[in-house]
């Protein structure tokens, strides 16, 4: 071996007795360090049983606190806030105001050194509750003309249970899912809940019967088009009848089907048989796989009678 080749030989040796004595000493001898880690979620856990007691939480002093950590310097860049769970307990809540300890935990090895808060409180209030439809939505959806087509749903609405001044603030239920998972051909999923206020944001401390749901679903398009409303009214004048009824519907299905869609058309409504003032549901003949969208309201006919007097 010439004077060269050994002097690469013990450069390369040396390189390695120094990366071993490195992680020799990182691994036995690191030194510990605190990290402080912000915007931690409360996890409020036993607002269940609460509701079963028949009361809800209607507003807590603080969702998310700040937590230091005791750990292994070598760990800092392995351990994030997705590692760190702070929950509060309200199941033994009562009516009122309440002081609810935070129990913290941490990955393993590592120790809790501080947090922004030992307790929050928590008001306490009487349930209500009310059921409502259940919509399957896309999360990331950025075209109004798109929306998820669903069949074989387990469950079409929920019931939701929440404190008497929050239960008024969720408009609707929202079975979230990525436009990205969905295509033409049919899949199942199956979802978690979300309760949603008027402006799409998610209203806390509402729990759901049942909190998901498991269904099949296809990619759709989604069209406003004429509504064709057959009312008949022959044979009696004894009464004048007369009607209003929406213009258009909105609906969805699959997109080659919707393309085409130019009207949806009612089953026929024969007006003689009703004697007084009447709103009625709109009765759609909808073609195969085509269905309301979620942003249709409920639809109404509206029958006005006038009985007709024997000098009219």
């Known amino acids: 071996m010439t004077s060269r080749n050994h002097k690469v030989f013990y450069s390369i040796i040396s390189l390695v007795i120094a990366i071993a004595a490195w992680i020799f000493v990182v691994y036995n001898y690191d030194p510990m360090t605190t990290v402080r880690y912000k915007d931690i979620p409360i996890e409020f856990d036993g607002e269940s049983t609460l509701a079963g007691r028949g009361y809800a939480v209607s507003e807590a002093s603080r969702d998310k606190i700040s937590v230091s950590l005791r750990q292994r310097r070598v760990n800092t860049n392995r351990i994030s806030a997705d590692d760190i769970f702070v929950i509060a307990d309200v199941s033994n809540a009562v009516i009122g105001e309440n002081a609810i300890n935070l129990k913290i935990n941490g990955p393993d090895g590592t120790s809790v050194v501080d947090s922004e808060v030992k307790s929050v409180t928590v008001e306490i209030e009487d349930a209500d509750s009310k059921d409502l439809p259940i919509l399957v939505e896309y999360s990331d959806a950025d075209n109004d003309e798109a929306e998820p087509v669903t069949t074989d749903m387990t469950a079409l609405t929920t019931r939701i249970v929440a404190a008497e001044s929050v239960i008024d603030k969720v408009v609707k239920v929202s079975a979230k899912l990525s436009n990205n998972d969905v295509s ?21 401390h509402v729990q759901m019967y049942p909190s998901s749901v498991t269904y099949r679903a296809t990619e759709g398009s989604v069209k406003e088009v004429r509504l064709s409303v057959d009312a008949v009214s022959k044979g009696d004048s004894s009464y004048k009848r007369t009607y209003s009824a929406p213009e258009t519907v909105i609906v969805k299905g699959p997109p080659d089907l919707i393309k085409n869609l130019i009207q949806i058309r009612t089953q026929k409504i024969n007006l003689n048989s009703y004697y007084e003032d009447t709103e009625i549901d709109v009765p759609y003949i909808l073609p195969e796989g085509v269905v309301l969208a979620n942003e249709q309201e409920p639809q109404t006919i509206k029958i006005k009678v006038r009985k007709i007097k024997d000098n009219d």
């Open 184 to 204: 033409t051909k049919s899949r199942s999923f199956t979802t978690f809940l979300t309760a949603l206020d008027s402006e799409g944001e998610a209203v806390p």
